[in-house]
């Protein structure tokens, strides 16, 4: 075959030329696609009352693993139940105050939340996670970079909260779901340990997609602990009355 010289100029032009680097998308642009791919706002804004069951790990030597129940319902309100023994541990937070009764304490009566416990169920995320409607919200947002997790590329981004507090998420360039979020820092042997929360098992349920299992994992420490998501309800009806002031346990029976 006769070599063309018109063609390999050509080719010898193209490779001189640089390669445009692909702009990363901007945050919001990110956030976008991660609320479409949660089932979008629309659906997500319908919902006023979630309920989540499932399995989370206690701790300890073996690990236990307690069933709970989760209510949550807007305004800011949870009503949260974990089961151990026959016992039914309740914390429930009425979107100002809360109270919590802990038999496995041998506490059967409703105690007021701590000045702390206050502050940090009041910094809980509303029933559809942090980045929902973020702006509405007064969370401000960055794009930090692309930071893999799991070995899957992820876009990184910061949130400033309206509290002026920050967290980081960590979202999935593929799915442009949530697949990491800075938790709460935890204290152990004196001094405050960071917290990453993984987000995996993804699945429709009810026109949003839920991570049906979500792993904690405290610096520091090699325990992990799961929270495992089996059964999902939305807009079950819930009287206020759930998140009120838990009722006195009956006082026990003389012999």
């Given at each position: ?207 949003l997609t839920v991570p049906h299992l979500q792993e904690t994992v405290v610096e520091g420490t090699k325990q992990k602990f799961k929270l495992t998501v089996t059964k ?24």
């Amino acid at each position: 075959m006769t070599r063309n010289p018109f063609l390999a100029t050509c080719l010898l032009s193209l490779a001189a030329v640089p390669l445009l680097a692909v702009a990363a998308p901007s945050a919001e642009q990110i956030l976008d696609k991660n609320a479409a791919a949660r089932g979008g706002l629309a659906a997500w804004r319908a919902v006023q009352t979630l309920t989540t069951e499932g399995m989370m790990d206690a701790g300890g030597k073996p690990n236990r693993e307690l069933p709970y129940v989760l209510r949550q319902k807007r305004p800011h309100k949870s009503r949260l139940e974990i089961t151990f023994k026959d016992q039914t541990s309740v914390q429930v937070f009425d979107g100002s105050e809360g109270w919590k009764v802990r038999p496995f304490l041998n506490r059967t009566d409703a105690e007021p939340f701590t000045a702390a416990e206050t502050e940090a169920a009041a910094a809980t995320d509303e029933l559809e996670g942090a980045l929902i409607d973020y702006a509405a919200k007064g969370t401000r947002v960055a794009y930090v970079g692309e930071e893999p997790v799991d070995g899957h590329p992820a876009y990184k981004l910061k949130l400033t909260l309206k509290n002026g507090k920050e967290r980081q998420v960590w979202i999935d360039a593929g799915t442009y779901l949530e697949v990491r979020m800075d938790g709460e820092p935890r204290r152990l042997d004196g001094r405050l340990h960071n917290v990453a929360l993984y987000f995996r098992d993804y699945r429709p349920e009810h026109g949003l997609t839920v991570p049906h299992l979500q792993e904690t994992v405290v610096e520091g420490t090699k325990q992990k602990f799961k929270l495992t998501v089996t059964k999902v309800a939305v807009n079950e009806p819930m009287a206020d009355a759930l998140f009120g002031k838990p009722a006195a346990a009956p006082a026990a029976k003389q012999p």
